[in-house]
Protein backbone atom coordinates (compact mmCIF):
# COMPACT_ATOMS: atom_id res chain seq x y z
CA UNK A 1 0.00 0.00 0.00
CA UNK A 2 1.28 3.30 -1.15
CA UNK A 3 -0.12 6.91 -0.39
CA UNK A 4 2.34 8.61 -2.45
CA UNK A 5 1.48 11.22 -4.88
CA UNK A 6 2.14 11.00 -8.35
CA UNK A 7 2.93 14.31 -10.62
CA UNK A 8 -0.25 16.34 -11.21
CA UNK A 9 -1.01 16.17 -14.80
CA UNK A 10 1.28 18.44 -16.92
CA UNK A 11 -1.39 20.00 -19.24
CA UNK A 12 -3.33 21.95 -16.17
CA UNK A 13 -3.24 25.09 -15.74
CA UNK A 14 -4.33 28.05 -13.62
CA UNK A 15 -8.10 28.76 -13.13
CA UNK A 16 -8.91 32.42 -15.05
CA UNK A 17 -10.51 34.58 -12.76
CA UNK A 18 -13.36 35.89 -16.02
CA UNK A 19 -16.27 34.94 -14.13
CA UNK A 20 -17.80 32.40 -11.40
CA UNK A 21 -17.91 29.83 -14.28
CA UNK A 22 -13.96 30.26 -14.69
CA UNK A 23 -13.08 30.95 -18.39
CA UNK A 24 -17.14 31.47 -19.38
CA UNK A 25 -19.16 35.08 -19.21
CA UNK A 26 -21.89 34.74 -17.22
CA UNK A 27 -23.83 35.60 -20.60
CA UNK A 28 -22.84 32.52 -22.04
CA UNK A 29 -23.19 29.62 -19.09
CA UNK A 30 -26.63 28.67 -19.79
CA UNK A 31 -26.13 28.09 -23.38
CA UNK A 32 -22.84 26.20 -22.77
CA UNK A 33 -24.48 24.15 -19.77
CA UNK A 34 -27.49 23.02 -22.17
CA UNK A 35 -25.19 22.37 -24.81
CA UNK A 36 -23.07 20.08 -22.46
CA UNK A 37 -25.98 18.33 -21.45
CA UNK A 38 -27.40 17.10 -24.24
CA UNK A 39 -24.19 15.93 -25.24
CA UNK A 40 -23.42 14.12 -22.17
CA UNK A 41 -26.62 12.77 -21.91
CA UNK A 42 -27.88 14.93 -18.68
CA UNK A 43 -31.44 16.47 -20.26
CA UNK A 44 -32.46 16.43 -23.83
CA UNK A 45 -35.51 18.63 -25.22
CA UNK A 46 -38.79 16.54 -24.70
CA UNK A 47 -40.23 14.90 -28.09
CA UNK A 48 -37.12 16.42 -29.80
CA UNK A 49 -38.02 14.51 -32.90
CA UNK A 50 -41.19 16.27 -33.51
CA UNK A 51 -39.27 19.67 -33.25
CA UNK A 52 -39.89 19.82 -29.33
CA UNK A 53 -42.62 20.37 -27.07
CA UNK A 54 -43.22 23.71 -25.18
CA UNK A 55 -40.92 23.93 -22.28
CA UNK A 56 -40.60 20.14 -21.04
CA UNK A 57 -37.52 18.33 -20.38
CA UNK A 58 -36.36 14.46 -20.75
CA UNK A 59 -33.62 13.67 -17.94
CA UNK A 60 -31.03 11.30 -19.62
CA UNK A 61 -28.93 8.36 -17.99
CA UNK A 62 -26.54 11.09 -16.45
CA UNK A 63 -29.51 12.72 -15.63
CA UNK A 64 -31.69 10.54 -14.41
CA UNK A 65 -29.24 9.30 -11.60
CA UNK A 66 -28.41 12.80 -10.62
CA UNK A 67 -31.81 13.43 -9.84
CA UNK A 68 -32.29 10.35 -8.12
CA UNK A 69 -29.23 11.94 -5.91
CA UNK A 70 -31.04 14.64 -5.05
CA UNK A 71 -34.35 12.93 -4.39
CA UNK A 72 -32.85 10.77 -2.49
CA UNK A 73 -30.54 13.52 -0.26
CA UNK A 74 -33.26 15.43 0.52
CA UNK A 75 -35.47 11.95 1.83
CA UNK A 76 -32.61 10.96 3.98
CA UNK A 77 -32.33 14.48 5.73
CA UNK A 78 -35.95 15.32 5.95
CA UNK A 79 -37.26 11.60 6.92
CA UNK A 80 -34.81 9.31 7.64
CA UNK A 81 -32.48 11.07 9.53
CA UNK A 82 -34.96 13.21 11.90
CA UNK A 83 -37.51 11.74 14.56
CA UNK A 84 -40.41 14.15 13.52
CA UNK A 85 -41.38 13.66 9.79
CA UNK A 86 -42.84 10.79 8.01
CA UNK A 87 -43.14 10.35 5.03
CA UNK A 88 -46.00 10.35 2.12
CA UNK A 89 -46.61 9.52 -1.42
CA UNK A 90 -50.30 10.73 -2.77
CA UNK A 91 -51.92 10.70 -6.05
CA UNK A 92 -51.44 13.61 -8.40
CA UNK A 93 -55.35 12.98 -9.83
CA UNK A 94 -56.88 14.61 -6.21
CA UNK A 95 -60.93 15.55 -6.36
CA UNK A 96 -61.88 18.46 -7.89
CA UNK A 97 -63.13 19.97 -4.64
CA UNK A 98 -59.69 20.26 -2.92
CA UNK A 99 -58.70 22.40 -5.57
CA UNK A 100 -61.68 24.78 -4.67
CA UNK A 101 -61.49 24.46 -0.99
CA UNK A 102 -57.61 25.67 -1.48
CA UNK A 103 -58.30 28.56 -3.80
CA UNK A 104 -56.34 27.20 -6.42
CA UNK A 105 -59.56 27.13 -8.94
CA UNK A 106 -60.43 31.15 -7.88
CA UNK A 107 -56.74 32.42 -6.68
CA UNK A 108 -54.46 30.29 -8.81
CA UNK A 109 -53.59 32.50 -11.81
CA UNK A 110 -51.35 34.94 -13.37
CA UNK A 111 -52.00 38.55 -15.39
CA UNK A 112 -51.50 37.50 -19.06
CA UNK A 113 -51.79 40.12 -21.99
CA UNK A 114 -52.59 39.39 -25.65
CA UNK A 115 -51.03 41.36 -27.78
CA UNK A 116 -53.24 42.00 -31.34
CA UNK A 117 -50.17 42.30 -34.26
CA UNK A 118 -47.89 38.91 -33.20
CA UNK A 119 -50.26 37.23 -31.05
CA UNK A 120 -47.99 36.69 -28.64
CA UNK A 121 -48.89 35.83 -25.18
CA UNK A 122 -46.95 37.25 -22.03
CA UNK A 123 -47.44 37.98 -18.05
CA UNK A 124 -48.58 41.34 -17.63
CA UNK A 125 -45.17 42.29 -14.70
CA UNK A 126 -43.36 41.94 -18.26
CA UNK A 127 -44.83 45.33 -19.32
CA UNK A 128 -43.81 46.99 -15.52
CA UNK A 129 -40.12 47.44 -16.37
CA UNK A 130 -41.02 49.25 -19.75
CA UNK A 131 -41.84 53.22 -19.81
CA UNK A 132 -44.24 52.50 -22.16
CA UNK A 133 -46.08 49.28 -22.33
CA UNK A 134 -44.95 47.65 -25.79
CA UNK A 135 -44.96 43.76 -27.21
CA UNK A 136 -41.37 42.38 -25.73
CA UNK A 137 -41.61 40.05 -29.09
CA UNK A 138 -42.47 42.95 -31.88
CA UNK A 139 -42.60 46.08 -30.20
CA UNK A 140 -46.14 46.83 -30.68
CA UNK A 141 -48.35 49.03 -28.92
CA UNK A 142 -51.55 47.21 -29.46
CA UNK A 143 -52.01 45.32 -26.48
CA UNK A 144 -54.97 43.91 -24.84
CA UNK A 145 -55.93 44.67 -21.48
CA UNK A 146 -54.44 42.17 -18.57
CA UNK A 147 -56.73 39.23 -17.63
CA UNK A 148 -56.13 36.32 -15.39
CA UNK A 149 -55.23 33.40 -16.61
CA UNK A 150 -55.56 30.04 -14.29
CA UNK A 151 -52.53 28.11 -14.47
CA UNK A 152 -53.56 24.94 -13.86
CA UNK A 153 -54.37 22.05 -16.46
CA UNK A 154 -57.48 20.67 -16.49
CA UNK A 155 -58.76 17.39 -17.61
CA UNK A 156 -61.68 14.94 -17.39
CA UNK A 157 -61.78 11.26 -15.06
CA UNK A 158 -63.27 8.96 -16.90
CA UNK A 159 -64.69 8.84 -20.62
CA UNK A 160 -67.31 11.44 -19.73
CA UNK A 161 -66.22 14.90 -21.10
CA UNK A 162 -68.61 17.10 -18.83
CA UNK A 163 -67.81 19.93 -16.15
CA UNK A 164 -68.59 16.88 -13.63
CA UNK A 165 -65.79 14.66 -14.26
CA UNK A 166 -63.30 17.49 -14.02
CA UNK A 167 -59.95 16.93 -12.33
CA UNK A 168 -56.84 19.01 -12.60
CA UNK A 169 -53.22 18.08 -12.64
CA UNK A 170 -51.97 18.94 -9.17
CA UNK A 171 -49.95 22.70 -9.16
CA UNK A 172 -48.68 21.85 -5.59
CA UNK A 173 -48.32 18.49 -4.20
CA UNK A 174 -48.80 19.84 -0.25
CA UNK A 175 -52.81 19.41 -0.77
CA UNK A 176 -52.13 15.96 -1.00
CA UNK A 177 -50.73 15.86 2.11
CA UNK A 178 -53.32 18.63 3.69
CA UNK A 179 -55.96 16.10 3.14
CA UNK A 180 -54.07 13.06 4.37
CA UNK A 181 -53.17 14.65 7.90
CA UNK A 182 -55.70 13.40 9.99
CA UNK A 183 -54.83 9.21 8.03
CA UNK A 184 -50.98 10.19 8.99
CA UNK A 185 -51.13 11.51 12.53
CA UNK A 186 -53.71 8.62 13.44
CA UNK A 187 -51.24 5.62 11.60
CA UNK A 188 -48.11 7.01 13.10
CA UNK A 189 -49.34 8.31 16.54
CA UNK A 190 -47.73 11.63 16.29
CA UNK A 191 -47.96 14.08 18.44
CA UNK A 192 -48.09 18.06 17.48
CA UNK A 193 -45.28 19.67 16.00
CA UNK A 194 -44.23 16.91 13.57
CA UNK A 195 -44.11 17.28 9.36
CA UNK A 196 -45.17 15.17 6.63
CA UNK A 197 -42.68 15.21 3.77
CA UNK A 198 -43.55 13.84 -0.03
CA UNK A 199 -41.86 14.23 -3.11
CA UNK A 200 -43.55 14.00 -6.44
CA UNK A 201 -44.73 16.06 -9.96
CA UNK A 202 -46.64 19.09 -10.32
CA UNK A 203 -48.15 20.65 -13.26
CA UNK A 204 -48.10 24.19 -13.68
CA UNK A 205 -49.42 25.75 -17.27
CA UNK A 206 -46.53 28.88 -17.33
CA UNK A 207 -47.18 31.52 -19.41
CA UNK A 208 -43.63 32.32 -19.63
CA UNK A 209 -41.46 29.34 -18.89
CA UNK A 210 -38.03 29.29 -19.62
CA UNK A 211 -34.21 29.43 -18.85
CA UNK A 212 -33.89 25.70 -19.38
CA UNK A 213 -35.22 23.86 -16.49
CA UNK A 214 -35.77 26.73 -14.22
CA UNK A 215 -39.04 27.09 -15.06
CA UNK A 216 -41.25 24.33 -16.79
CA UNK A 217 -44.85 23.65 -17.01
CA UNK A 218 -44.17 19.96 -15.82
CA UNK A 219 -42.20 19.57 -12.67
CA UNK A 220 -41.27 17.49 -9.53
CA UNK A 221 -41.28 18.61 -5.43
CA UNK A 222 -39.81 18.19 -2.90
CA UNK A 223 -42.08 19.47 -0.14
CA UNK A 224 -42.62 19.30 3.85
CA UNK A 225 -45.34 20.28 5.70
CA UNK A 226 -44.72 20.99 9.68
CA UNK A 227 -48.16 20.87 11.83
CA UNK A 228 -47.18 22.93 14.96
CA UNK A 229 -49.38 24.89 17.44
CA UNK A 230 -50.50 28.24 16.80
CA UNK A 231 -48.16 30.96 18.39
CA UNK A 232 -45.24 28.79 17.56
CA UNK A 233 -45.47 28.99 13.95
CA UNK A 234 -43.09 32.12 13.54
CA UNK A 235 -40.31 30.32 15.33
CA UNK A 236 -40.60 27.44 13.60
CA UNK A 237 -40.72 29.58 10.26
CA UNK A 238 -37.72 30.85 11.04
CA UNK A 239 -36.08 27.80 12.01
CA UNK A 240 -37.01 26.05 8.53
CA UNK A 241 -35.68 28.85 6.88
CA UNK A 242 -32.60 28.31 8.83
CA UNK A 243 -32.08 24.31 8.36
CA UNK A 244 -32.94 24.63 4.39
CA UNK A 245 -30.39 27.19 3.93
CA UNK A 246 -27.88 24.77 5.39
CA UNK A 247 -28.99 22.45 3.22
CA UNK A 248 -27.69 23.56 0.37
CA UNK A 249 -24.51 24.15 1.96
CA UNK A 250 -24.07 20.04 2.85
CA UNK A 251 -24.78 19.96 -1.03
CA UNK A 252 -22.21 21.91 -1.82
CA UNK A 253 -23.65 25.06 -3.29
CA UNK A 254 -21.22 28.15 -2.47
CA UNK A 255 -23.13 29.74 0.25
CA UNK A 256 -22.48 33.37 -0.84
CA UNK A 257 -24.71 32.32 -3.98
CA UNK A 258 -27.55 32.10 -1.94
CA UNK A 259 -29.50 34.73 -0.15
CA UNK A 260 -33.26 35.39 1.64
CA UNK A 261 -35.90 36.95 1.08
CA UNK A 262 -38.58 37.99 3.04
CA UNK A 263 -41.52 38.56 0.69
CA UNK A 264 -43.83 41.90 1.16
CA UNK A 265 -47.28 41.82 2.14
CA UNK A 266 -48.26 42.02 -1.68
CA UNK A 267 -45.94 39.68 -2.83
CA UNK A 268 -47.47 36.59 -0.67
CA UNK A 269 -49.29 33.95 -2.18
CA UNK A 270 -53.24 33.49 -1.32
CA UNK A 271 -52.29 30.56 1.11
CA UNK A 272 -49.30 32.63 2.96
CA UNK A 273 -49.32 34.85 6.18
CA UNK A 274 -45.23 35.28 6.00
CA UNK A 275 -42.71 33.79 3.56
CA UNK A 276 -39.56 33.51 2.50
CA UNK A 277 -37.37 32.42 -0.42
CA UNK A 278 -34.50 31.19 -0.49
CA UNK A 279 -32.77 32.56 -3.53
CA UNK A 280 -29.54 31.62 -5.68
CA UNK A 281 -27.54 34.22 -8.06
CA UNK A 282 -28.32 32.42 -11.44
CA UNK A 283 -26.46 33.96 -14.38
CA UNK A 284 -29.92 35.60 -15.37
CA UNK A 285 -29.91 37.06 -11.83
CA UNK A 286 -31.20 35.92 -8.42
CA UNK A 287 -33.99 33.80 -8.37
CA UNK A 288 -36.10 31.40 -6.22
CA UNK A 289 -34.74 28.31 -5.36
CA UNK A 290 -37.04 27.35 -2.29
CA UNK A 291 -40.32 28.89 -0.72
CA UNK A 292 -40.63 28.78 3.03
CA UNK A 293 -43.89 29.51 4.02
CA UNK A 294 -46.42 30.32 6.94
CA UNK A 295 -49.67 28.96 5.70
CA UNK A 296 -50.97 29.45 9.06
CA UNK A 297 -54.67 27.55 9.66
CA UNK A 298 -55.99 28.41 5.86
CA UNK A 299 -55.44 25.38 4.04
CA UNK A 300 -56.63 22.72 6.94
CA UNK A 301 -59.82 25.47 7.86
CA UNK A 302 -60.36 25.46 4.18
CA UNK A 303 -60.59 21.76 3.54
CA UNK A 304 -62.60 21.48 6.76
CA UNK A 305 -65.12 23.75 5.67
CA UNK A 306 -65.38 22.15 2.16
CA UNK A 307 -65.21 18.42 2.90
CA UNK A 308 -67.51 18.82 6.27
CA UNK A 309 -64.88 16.36 8.13
CA UNK A 310 -63.04 17.54 11.07
CA UNK A 311 -59.29 18.38 10.83
CA UNK A 312 -57.81 19.81 14.11
CA UNK A 313 -55.68 17.88 16.82
CA UNK A 314 -56.37 17.26 20.41
CA UNK A 315 -53.48 18.26 22.72
CA UNK A 316 -53.95 15.67 25.54
CA UNK A 317 -51.38 17.77 27.50
CA UNK A 318 -52.86 20.87 27.48
CA UNK A 319 -56.40 19.46 27.34
CA UNK A 320 -57.38 21.76 24.35
CA UNK A 321 -58.48 21.83 20.32
CA UNK A 322 -57.00 23.45 17.61
CA UNK A 323 -56.44 23.76 14.15
CA UNK A 324 -53.02 22.92 13.59
CA UNK A 325 -50.77 25.94 11.71
CA UNK A 326 -48.42 24.98 8.83
CA UNK A 327 -44.83 25.91 7.96
CA UNK A 328 -44.31 24.81 4.65
CA UNK A 329 -40.46 24.32 2.94
CA UNK A 330 -41.29 23.82 -1.08
CA UNK A 331 -38.15 22.78 -3.12
CA UNK A 332 -38.17 21.60 -6.88
CA UNK A 333 -35.92 19.11 -7.98
CA UNK A 334 -35.83 20.43 -11.23
CA UNK A 335 -34.37 23.94 -9.92
CA UNK A 336 -32.31 22.07 -7.18
CA UNK A 337 -30.66 19.92 -10.28
CA UNK A 338 -30.36 22.96 -12.50
CA UNK A 339 -28.37 25.03 -9.11
CA UNK A 340 -25.89 22.11 -8.62
CA UNK A 341 -25.37 22.29 -12.45
CA UNK A 342 -24.74 25.91 -12.55
CA UNK A 343 -22.50 26.20 -9.30
CA UNK A 344 -20.38 22.70 -10.16
CA UNK A 345 -20.23 24.21 -13.99
CA UNK A 346 -16.25 25.51 -15.09
CA UNK A 347 -14.01 26.11 -17.99
CA UNK A 348 -10.87 26.38 -17.02
CA UNK A 349 -7.17 26.53 -18.41
CA UNK A 350 -5.56 27.23 -21.47
CA UNK A 351 -4.69 25.40 -24.29
CA UNK A 352 -4.35 21.90 -24.09
CA UNK A 353 -4.57 22.39 -20.57
CA UNK A 354 -8.42 23.49 -21.12
CA UNK A 355 -10.87 21.71 -19.37
CA UNK A 356 -15.03 22.14 -18.85
CA UNK A 357 -16.06 20.56 -15.50
CA UNK A 358 -18.95 20.03 -13.08
CA UNK A 359 -17.34 20.51 -9.83
CA UNK A 360 -21.02 18.34 -8.20
CA UNK A 361 -20.54 17.27 -4.76
CA UNK A 362 -19.64 13.27 -4.56
CA UNK A 363 -23.15 13.08 -2.81
CA UNK A 364 -24.91 13.84 -6.21
CA UNK A 365 -22.66 13.12 -8.73
CA UNK A 366 -23.97 10.37 -11.44
CA UNK A 367 -20.91 8.56 -11.77
CA UNK A 368 -19.21 8.19 -8.56
CA UNK A 369 -16.20 6.78 -10.12
CA UNK A 370 -14.31 6.05 -13.13
CA UNK A 371 -11.71 2.95 -13.62
CA UNK A 372 -9.41 2.85 -16.80
CA UNK A 373 -6.86 0.31 -17.44
CA UNK A 374 -3.82 2.32 -18.86
CA UNK A 375 -3.61 0.09 -21.63
CA UNK A 376 -5.67 -2.94 -23.48
CA UNK A 377 -2.75 -5.60 -22.02
CA UNK A 378 -0.45 -7.07 -19.88
CA UNK A 379 -3.42 -7.98 -17.14
CA UNK A 380 -4.19 -4.29 -16.82
CA UNK A 381 -7.84 -5.30 -18.13
CA UNK A 382 -8.19 -8.05 -15.52
CA UNK A 383 -7.37 -6.01 -12.93
CA UNK A 384 -9.43 -3.34 -13.83
CA UNK A 385 -12.41 -5.23 -14.55
CA UNK A 386 -12.37 -6.72 -11.17
CA UNK A 387 -12.13 -3.48 -9.29
CA UNK A 388 -14.84 -2.16 -11.12
CA UNK A 389 -17.10 -4.98 -10.64
CA UNK A 390 -16.20 -4.51 -6.73
CA UNK A 391 -17.28 -0.91 -6.40
CA UNK A 392 -20.27 -1.19 -8.99
CA UNK A 393 -21.99 -3.40 -6.39
CA UNK A 394 -22.10 -0.18 -4.07
CA UNK A 395 -21.93 2.63 -6.51
CA UNK A 396 -22.67 4.25 -10.01
CA UNK A 397 -19.07 3.11 -11.60
CA UNK A 398 -17.91 3.86 -14.86
CA UNK A 399 -15.35 1.83 -16.85
CA UNK A 400 -13.19 2.75 -20.10
CA UNK A 401 -11.00 1.70 -21.49
CA UNK A 402 -10.69 3.95 -24.72
CA UNK A 403 -8.45 6.88 -25.81
CA UNK A 404 -5.94 8.51 -23.63
CA UNK A 405 -5.63 8.68 -20.28
CA UNK A 406 -5.73 12.72 -20.66
CA UNK A 407 -8.77 12.52 -22.65
CA UNK A 408 -10.81 10.00 -20.45
CA UNK A 409 -9.92 12.24 -17.80
CA UNK A 410 -11.69 15.40 -19.47
CA UNK A 411 -14.66 13.17 -20.19
CA UNK A 412 -15.57 12.37 -16.30
CA UNK A 413 -14.37 15.96 -15.83
CA UNK A 414 -17.74 17.11 -18.02
CA UNK A 415 -19.84 14.23 -16.63
CA UNK A 416 -18.79 15.75 -13.16
CA UNK A 417 -17.17 12.37 -11.84
CA UNK A 418 -15.27 12.96 -8.65
CA UNK A 419 -12.52 10.31 -9.08
CA UNK A 420 -10.83 8.54 -11.87
CA UNK A 421 -8.65 5.19 -10.98
CA UNK A 422 -6.20 4.34 -13.07
CA UNK A 423 -4.63 0.41 -13.16
CA UNK A 424 -1.30 0.47 -14.50
CA UNK A 425 1.78 -2.01 -14.73
CA UNK A 426 2.39 -1.43 -11.05
CA UNK A 427 -0.78 -2.15 -10.15
CA UNK A 428 -0.57 -5.81 -11.51
CA UNK A 429 1.90 -6.08 -9.26
CA UNK A 430 1.43 -4.88 -6.29
CA UNK A 431 -2.17 -4.35 -6.26
CA UNK A 432 -2.22 -0.62 -6.05
CA UNK A 433 -4.06 1.99 -8.31
CA UNK A 434 -3.61 6.01 -9.00
CA UNK A 435 -7.25 7.98 -8.27
CA UNK A 436 -6.88 11.41 -9.31
CA UNK A 437 -9.02 13.86 -7.96
CA UNK A 438 -11.51 16.10 -10.25
CA UNK A 439 -11.33 19.38 -8.74
CA UNK A 440 -7.91 19.60 -7.79
CA UNK A 441 -6.43 17.10 -10.48
CA UNK A 442 -4.33 15.99 -7.83
CA UNK A 443 -3.40 12.37 -7.45
CA UNK A 444 -2.57 9.43 -5.12
CA UNK A 445 -1.68 6.12 -4.89
CA UNK A 446 -4.03 3.61 -2.78
CA UNK A 447 -3.79 -0.12 -2.38
CA UNK A 448 -6.82 -2.05 -3.88
CA UNK A 449 -7.93 -3.65 -0.77
CA UNK A 450 -8.27 0.33 1.08
CA UNK A 451 -10.06 1.70 -2.11
CA UNK A 452 -13.76 1.03 -1.09
CA UNK A 453 -13.12 2.45 2.34
CA UNK A 454 -11.02 5.17 1.16
CA UNK A 455 -13.91 5.97 -1.58
CA UNK A 456 -16.83 5.58 0.82
CA UNK A 457 -15.24 8.30 3.05
CA UNK A 458 -15.30 10.83 0.25
CA UNK A 459 -18.30 9.91 -1.55
CA UNK A 460 -20.66 8.96 1.63
CA UNK A 461 -19.12 11.04 4.76
CA UNK A 462 -18.48 14.78 5.15
CA UNK A 463 -14.42 14.24 3.59
CA UNK A 464 -14.85 15.55 -0.17
CA UNK A 465 -11.68 15.49 -1.36
CA UNK A 466 -8.12 13.71 -1.63
N1 LIG B 1 -46.57 24.56 -2.16
C1 LIG B 1 -45.99 25.85 -2.29
C2 LIG B 1 -45.44 26.10 -3.62
O1 LIG B 1 -45.67 25.35 -4.55
P1 LIG B 1 -44.00 27.79 -4.98
O2 LIG B 1 -43.12 28.91 -4.49
O3 LIG B 1 -45.03 28.13 -6.00
O4 LIG B 1 -44.65 27.19 -3.68
C3 LIG B 1 -42.12 26.02 -4.73
O5 LIG B 1 -43.08 26.62 -5.55
C4 LIG B 1 -40.92 25.56 -5.54
O6 LIG B 1 -41.32 24.70 -6.60
C5 LIG B 1 -40.15 26.70 -6.23
O7 LIG B 1 -39.25 27.33 -5.34
C6 LIG B 1 -39.42 25.94 -7.33
O8 LIG B 1 -38.27 25.30 -6.81
C7 LIG B 1 -40.45 24.89 -7.72
N2 LIG B 1 -41.25 25.36 -8.87
C8 LIG B 1 -42.37 26.09 -8.85
N3 LIG B 1 -42.82 26.34 -10.10
C9 LIG B 1 -41.95 25.73 -10.93
C10 LIG B 1 -41.86 25.61 -12.36
N4 LIG B 1 -42.77 26.11 -13.17
N5 LIG B 1 -40.82 24.92 -12.87
C11 LIG B 1 -39.88 24.36 -12.06
N6 LIG B 1 -39.92 24.43 -10.72
C12 LIG B 1 -40.94 25.11 -10.15
Redesign the pocket.
Known sequence: MNDSPQPTEATAAPEAALSDWGNVAAGEVMDRLVSLCKRRGYVFQSSEIYGGVGSTWDYGPLGVEMKRNVRDFWWDSMVRRRDDIEGLDAAILMHSKVWEASGHVSGFTDPLVDCRNCKHRFRADVLEAMDEPRCPRCGSRDLSEARQFNLMFKTHMGPVEEEAAAVYLR????QGIYVNFLNVLNASRRKIPFGIAQIGK?F?N?IT?GNF?????E?E?M?MQFFVEPGTDTEWLERWRDERRAWYAELGIRDEKIRIEEHGPDEL?HYAAAAY?LQYEFPFGWQ????I?NRTDFDLSRHEEASGKKLSYYDEEAKERYVPYIV?T???V???LLTCLVDGFREEGEGKGARTVLKLSPRIAPIKAAVFPLVKRDGMPEVAGQVHRGLRARWNVFYDDGGSIGRRYRRQDEAGTPFCITIDGESVEDRSVTVRDRDSMEQVRIGIDRLEEWLAERLEGSQTQL
Not at 213 to 217: C, E, L, N, S, W
Request: proline letters at 7%; hydrophobic letters at 25%; glycine letters at 6%.
Open positions: PETAAREPIFRTRFQEADELEGHESAGDRT
